[in-house]
């Protein structure tokens, strides 16, 4: 089969291209043939046709975003917004009885108790104390969670190339969404620590108008980072524990449909795609794909939400007080503590903010034009790519 090299380079998966690849590159392998031999011979991606080919070019879709283009991670950064902003907003409530649980579990015993002090203390109102912050906080966060998210899992699938890309492509989510995550944090530090002191200090200031001032002023600009190194702490027991998995459990043959993955919620919706669902991805319906979406991230939520409780037990704590130490929270909390108070209730708030998280920012992508995020294993190599393959 003689193909040309930009005929060639149209078969490779199009995350492995640069975001400065032409659009014909950018969509790659679009579509292929059916097997059936009175299918018509298509058009190679110079227009001519060519009877040995298999491959058919995309045409270009109005109103579509190109994969990989500014334009496509500008969408993916609105979807973050839209999806981490207003559902950490929405779960106020659950958030502020959980963080006086931790701080306070004299006064607030329990998740049915701890809305009924808050209830008789300050009202309806008091339930949605802190949410300005939480809104501005973490809209700030889900733009870079899930925008550079995007960016480094491609990046770093360029540095691998096609072959390692496809072998180890659930550490490539890892590195790529513990890079995001790193950035992301730092975006919402700020925001974080003047809601925590807001909502467990009952007097210290009716919102962020008023409350941030206050915490420069009693602690500095840098004060308002101290929570920084635990908030990375809540993602770093999860990464480490999926990567032993990866390392434990990942069979490494050339066949990538054997390779036992784990951990992260684009292999869990691989996953639930492979043996729950016998319709293939792109033949489900747009609202089946979405609920696979919200029930993936559930799933991951409620993982992530149990191995990084100590840690998130440790940003309440110091941002609670002023000059708290890890080693005051620890004192104080205990191991037993550090690790159980209030993680009921966390469970429940973290499952369905992560699932809702992603059906929210993958509505977004369907809604500007673009897939859902994962489901789609790699693809067995055919005679043909085998044979591409050979001649390249």
């Known amino acids: 089969m003689d193909l040309s090299k930009k005929s060639r380079q149209s078969l490779l998966p199009s995350f492995l291209y640069s975001s400065s690849a032409t659009k014909t590159r950018t969509?790659?392998?679009?579509?292929?043939?059916?097997?059936?031999?009175?299918?018509?011979?298509?058009?190679?991606?110079?227009?001519?046709?060519?009877p040995g080919s298999f491959v058919i070019q995309a045409p270009s879709e109005p109103r579509k975003i190109e994969m990989y283009s500014p334009m496509f991670y500008a969408a993916c950064t609105a979807?973050?917004?839209?999806?981490?902003?207003l559902t950490h907003m929405a779960v106020t409530p659950l958030d502020l009885v959980k963080c006086n649980m931790q701080i306070d579990p004299s006064k607030y015993k329990s998740i049915t108790s701890g809305f009924g002090v808050l209830l008789r203390e300050q009202g309806l109102r008091g339930f949605f104390r802190g949410w300005v912050p939480t809104l501005l906080?973490?809209?700030?966060?889900?733009?870079?969670?899930?925008?550079?998210?995007?960016f480094f899992k491609k990046y770093y699938s360029d540095i691998a190339g096609p072959e390692y890309a496809a072998k180890y492509k659930t550490l490539i989510y890892l590195a790529g969404s513990a890079s995001a995550e790193v950035i992301a944090d730092v975006a919402l530090c700020p925001m974080e620590a003047v809601k925590v002191r807001v909502q467990t200090q009952p007097g210290f200031a009716r919102g962020l108008s008023d409350g941030f001032p206050k915490f420069v002023k009693s602690e500095g600009y840098l004060g308002l980072y101290k929570g920084l190194v635990p908030l990375w702490g809540?993602?770093?027991?999860?990464l480490v524990i999926a990567m032993v998995y990866e390392v434990l459990m990942c069979k490494n043959t050339l066949d990538n449909d054997t390779m036992m993955k784990f951990a992260s919620f684009e292999t869990i919706v691989e996953l639930i795609y492979k043996y729950s669902i016998p319709t293939p991805k792109d033949q489900c319906s747009k609202s089946l794909q979405l609920t696979v979406s919200f029930a993936g991230g559930y799933i991951a939520g409620v993982f992530c939400a149990v191995v990084s409780h100590p840690a998130d037990n440790l940003v309440s704590f110091l941002n609670n007080a002023k000059g708290a130490t890890v080693g005051d929270a620890v004192k104080k909390l205990g191991l037993w503590g550090l690790f159980t108070r209030g993680l009921p209730l966390r469970i429940v708030m973290i499952g369905t903010l992560t699932g809702a998280q992603w059906g929210i920012y993958d509505a977004f992508k369907v809604f500007v034009g673009l897939p859902t995020t994962g489901g789609v294993a790699p693809a067995a190599a055919t005679p043909e790519l085998a044979q591409l393959k050979a001649t390249a």
């Open 27 to 50: 969509l790659g392998l679009r579509r292929v043939l059916s097997r059936n031999p009175s299918s018509p011979s298509p058009l190679l991606s110079n227009g001519a046709s060519s």
């Open 79 to 85: 979807g973050g917004i839209a999806s981490c902003g």
């Open 137 to 150: 906080g973490y809209s700030a966060q889900g733009a870079c969670k899930f925008g550079f998210y995007e």
């Open 234 to 238: 809540r993602q770093i027991p999860y």
